[in-house]
């Protein structure tokens, strides 16, 4: 009589590849960094492919340095932010101007976001976690929660022409051919992209918010950017394959 066995432990559930058929992409989040922190390896494999991304951010990141005062703060962010869009193959960057840290919730953000996507006529959206937590009980900062909501009801919202008539009053015709709304930094992702190609560009990426990131850690701003998005990418690719990924919670619309 042979003893019983323990359990084999139980796999996590696979992720799915990214749709992969669609040409425009616009990428809506709350702070420079956001982006080059969440998925700009998946970004870079985009653009290789010859995909359109565009980058929108509601606020410019001004109160995000404790030793550098807004005024001065706000514009050295968006020139680093420019630059690290840039290395991942993206040259359209807008700042909607909303306040760093006090960024609401409401019509009015909502509003912001839908005219954006009816500018940029994008197939897939992408954003960073709305939810309360990140993965864990690591509270999450309402900017996130406040723009990663705002950018899944505004893809709705771009396509309705009656929910903000002022838009196609000024040139904006409703868009409703937003696919899906991705959001980057889920602790409950579906699908992925493999983080291979595009992860040295993501580091240098990152590395563009230099002056974010030496106010951040006194840690090396190389081995930072380049130990953070690789512990992220291989723990994702445990759910990909093994394959170093960016994983995504993917909303159908
Ligand atoms: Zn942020």
Redesign the pocket.
């Known amino acids: 009589m042979t003893e019983p066995q323990p359990d084999p432990p139980v796999a996590p559930p696979q992720l799915e590849p990214m749709p992969e058929d669609w040409r425009r992409a616009l990428a809506v ?3 420079p ?2 982006l080059e ?1 969440g998925c700009a390896a998946a970004v870079a494999a985009w653009t290789d492919a010859g995909k359109q991304v565009a980058y929108v951010l509601a606020t410019r ?1 001004e109160a ?1 340095i404790d030793t550098l005062e807004p005024e001065r703060c706000g514009p050295l962010r968006e020139r680093e932010q420019r630059a690290g869009a840039a290395v991942v193959g993206v040259s359209v960057v807008e700042f909607l101007g909303h306040r760093d840290g006090v960024v609401a919730y409401g019509p009015a953000l909502r509003r912001d976001i839908a005219a954006a996507i009816r500018r940029h006529r994008p197939e897939l959206v992408v954003t ?1 976690n709305h939810r309360d937590t990140w993965d864990g009980n690591a509270w999450n ?1 309402p ?2 929660v406040a723009v990663g909501r705002a950018t899944l009801d505004a893809a709705a919202d771009a396509g309705n022409r009656w929910i903000f008539p002022e838009l196609a009053a000024q040139g904006l015709q409703p868009w409703g051919g937003v696919r899906w709304v991705a959001v980057a930094g889920s602790a409950t992702p579906t699908h992925a992209v493999d983080a291979r190609p595009g992860l040295e560009r993501a580091v240098r990426s990152l590395l563009e918010h230099r002056t974010y990131i030496e106010a951040l850690t006194d840690e090396d701003p190389e081995t930072h950017a380049r130990g953070f998005l690789t512990r992220v990418a291989t723990a994702a690719g445990e759910r990909f394959g093994g394959t170093p990924a960016v994983a995504f919670e993917l909303f159908s619309r």
Do not use: N, R
């Open positions: 989040v709350a702070h960094d956001d922190y990141g995000g960073l900062t900017d996130h």
